[in-house]
């Protein structure tokens, strides 16, 4: 499938979004790279959603590429100020470059609605797209760890800290279009290869060209 561009932006999950969301996390992919593969069924997928959507520590973000959901971002903190990520790419618009951005805007949503401190993922060691991911987002690799029976590798970030990918005021990134963060998060999507527009990113989701 071929790359896009446009903005990329998230929104807050509601009630309505169950059957979208029981769809993704059903997807055979996404099951086999799952701590639990075990496919979910809707009765324990809606109890579930009414549970963080009730949660003041956890949120779940729709990632919108112009009107189209094309996945899901979903942060659950614990008692120490961790937040968990986990992260979903629908399947017919994987191989559009849209992860790292939807990633990015999901943690900057996160953390301006949670008290976050530290960005937290646990990744099977098989899983290489979502170990490059997290990598590219500037997760460090804290080793192994076991989790709900299953040894996984754990990635930490600061939640103050920008992807390495695209946001960093220590380089020179290299978007075409790039737009600051608003309150509904918005991300220009230029995905591949540099295009040339250069600029500094500034505190306060200001460019300097």
Known sequence: MSSVEGPLRVRPADAGDADLLLA?????ATR???LHTAP???DEHVRWLAGVLADARSGVWI???GDRPVGQVRVQLDDHGNGEVSISVAAEERGRGLAGPLLDAGLAAAAAALPVTTFVAHVRPDNEPSRRLF???GFDDAGRVV?????????????????????SCSRSCWWRGWLPLAASFP???TP?????RRHRCRPGGKRKC
């Open 32 to 34: 086999a790279v799952s």
């Open 24 to 28: 993704w996390a059903n997807d055979p």
């Open 40 to 42: 979910i069924g809707r």
């Open 187 to 189: 991300i220009r999507v």
């Open 147 to 167: 989790r709900a029976g299953v040894e996984v590798l754990e990635f930490r970030r600061a939640a103050t800290a920008r992807s390495s990918s695209w946001l």
């Open 192 to 196: 591949g290869a540099a295009t040339g």
């Open 63 to 65: 990632g919108l590429h």
């Open 135 to 137: 990598a590219g987002a």
